[in-house]
Nanobody, 115 residues
Framework: QVQLVESGGGLVQPGGSLKISCEVSGFSFSSNWMYWVRQAPGKGLEWVSTISPGGGTKYLLPSVKGRFTISRDNGRQKLFLEMNNLKSEDTAVYYC????????RGKGTLVTVSS
């Protein structure tokens, strides 16, 4: 049974940075594409980023390109999302997921961007 545990969220000022992590177990992590999705207050799930099994192919939501970076450590079965120049509209619960829709996701980590 797959387990996804996100961590690293918090309160950050606009323009600030944060790096969130996801620890994965019970799943063939190194063989699968992985995803970050988010859910802003009062809104639905939104895909944010995708990374290939080897980490060589990455996709990003246009509004976060140039600010967010997805990465992975297959040896430690961990997924990362580094977020720079954060904006208020990035405020959301961030989830790692084994699918683009976020159907199979963890409990999430809250990122709040506010002054």
């Amino acid at each position: 049974q797959v387990q996804l545990v996100e961590s690293g969220g918090g309160l950050v000022q606009p323009g600030g940075s944060l790096k969130i992590s996801c620890e994965v177990s019970g799943f063939s992590f190194s063989s699968n594409w992985m995803y970050w999705v988010r859910q802003a207050p009062g809104k639905g799930l939104e895909w944010v980023s995708t990374i290939s099994p080897g980490g060589g192919t990455k996709y990003l939501l246009p509004s976060v390109k140039g600010r967010f970076t997805i990465s992975r450590d297959n040896g430690r079965q961990k997924l990362f999302l580094e977020m720079n120049n954060l904006k208020s509209e990035d405020t959301a619960v961030y989830y790692c997921s084994t699918d683009r829709s976020g159907r199979d996701r963890g409990k999430g980590t809250l990122v709040t961007v506010s002054s």
